[in-house]
């Protein structure tokens, strides 16, 4: 009896669902290939870059249209805010902001693509001076643009913008110091808090979006004008003179300073409403995506421990070959940020009598790192599991007491 006749073949055999099965590891490598060619090891890791340096990258090169600042910027920029821009020093702090961080923000993205940082390390350097730079200039003219008072009350907005400006200085000036100091760990950390502090004006714009239609719905939301306002906005957008529902702005003693209530709503026929219905929330929103993006980032941070132990070790190496003092924590030393305290009083008093005895155990057995992924894994390799009595292993015992005395003093 012939194969052809008497046996069954394989493709007989197999059942749709080995078929499928068949299939499913092709997907998963070529997962792997797609998140393997950026360089990324982990595979979660690389949705979170495609999600929150796509947004980066995409609102960046959205915006580069704004360059044509007297037509294309001038028609994308909320209503009313042209008043101040179109002209003197607001118009070259504009301009400045506009030039420093768009092409930043599109050169930070490849410094947080590990494909190019592994392979390309001096572009990796250069690059980072670059946006070193541009951000500093960015943060500068923005200090010029935002003493701009549109509707007289702008102070939830410029105390946002403050804060974001000193923010993003000190999280990259941090940066900068800790690579300087072969610190690798902390420098990761601090360009990732800056990063996301510089994507808090994305998600203020999607926010402003939405809350300017749920002040719009509402409609008793409004804000103070100036006639002069009035009348540059409608004369840019050719509509003529001010309506006659501002008749303040027609009588020679009118009101206080010459300046008119607008509601806050979007409408097609009103420009200072559409405007009035963006400038209303938008120093909110701004706040709301400040504390989303700090909360967000340290949580990052806590969530990948791994990875800052393994660049300490990295730092340790590097530090002890370059003769720093206190290896491993030769750079700016962490700071414990508002969430890990949150955290700390959460893990309670168990959680410290855990680490007091690790760290007693690792000391009578001098310099031998007790079981555990906790202190363990902040030592050297060459430390773990025997006994070492080297300087270098007592600086980092009294490392490791200075933090735990400060957790126990937190908690």
Aim: overall charge positive; aromatic content about 10%.
């Amino acid at each position: 009896m012939s194969k052809e006749a008497g046996s069954p073949t394989t493709e007989s055999l197999a059942s749709p669902g080995s078929e499928n099965s068949q299939q499913l590891p092709t997907r998963k490598s070529t997962y792997a290939k797609v998140y393997n060619f950026f360089g990324f090891n982990k595979a979660y890791n690389f949705p979170l870059w495609v999600i929150f340096a796509g947004a980066m990258l995409g609102f960046s090169l959205s915006r580069l249209q704004d360059f044509n600042y007297d037509e294309l910027f001038a028609i994308n920029i909320a209503p009313g805010y042209m008043y101040y821009f179109h002209a003197g020093a607001y118009r070259v702090g504009m301009i400045l902001h506009l030039a420093g961080s768009l092409p930043a923000s599109i050169l930070l993205v490849l410094q947080f693509t590990p494909a190019i940082r592994r392979r390309y390390i001096t572009f990796h350097r250069i690059n980072g001076y670059v946006i070193l730079l541009l951000y500093f200039i960015s943060n500068a003219a923005a200090c010029i643009v935002l003493r701009h008072n549109h509707s007289g009350n702008r102070i939830a907005a410029q105390s946002a913008e403050a804060f974001l400006v000193i923010a993003t200085t000190i999280g990259m000036s941090l940066a900068w110091w800790n690579i300087r100091r072969l610190q690798i760990d902390q420098h990761r950390a601090w360009m990732l808090r800056t990063m996301f502090y510089m994507g808090t004006i994305v998600t203020s714009r999607i926010l402003t979006s939405i809350a300017s239609k749920i002040v719009t719905r509402m409609g008793d939301y409004y804000m103070v004008w100036s006639c002069d306002e009035l009348d540059f906005l409608y004369k840019e957008y050719g509509l003529g003179e001010i309506p006659d529902m501002y008749s303040q702005c027609f009588s020679p003693n009118g009101t206080l300073y010459n300046r008119v209530v607008v509601n806050a709503a979007r409408l097609p026929t009103a420009p200072e409403r559409a405007g009035a219905s963006s400038t209303v929330p938008f120093g909110a929103m701004l706040w709301i995506s400040i504390i989303l993006h700090l909360i967000g980032v340290e949580i990052y941070l806590g969530l990948t421990p791994r990875e800052s132990e393994r660049l300490r070790r990295i730092s340790y190496e590097r530090q002890l070959e370059a003769g720093f003092p206190n290896p491993g924590s030769a750079g700016k030393s962490r700071i414990i940020a508002p969430v890990d305290v949150v955290v700390l009083a959460l893990r309670g008093p168990r959680e410290q009598q855990k680490r007091e005895y690790r760290l007693e155990n690792q000391q009578r057995a001098g310099g031998r790192a007790p079981g555990g992924d906790g202190d363990a894994a902040a030592l050297p390799p060459e430390c773990r599991g025997r006994r070492h009595r080297g300087p270098e292993l007592k600086r980092l015992a009294a490392d490791l007491e200075a933090v735990d005395l400060r957790i126990r003093r937190l908690g």
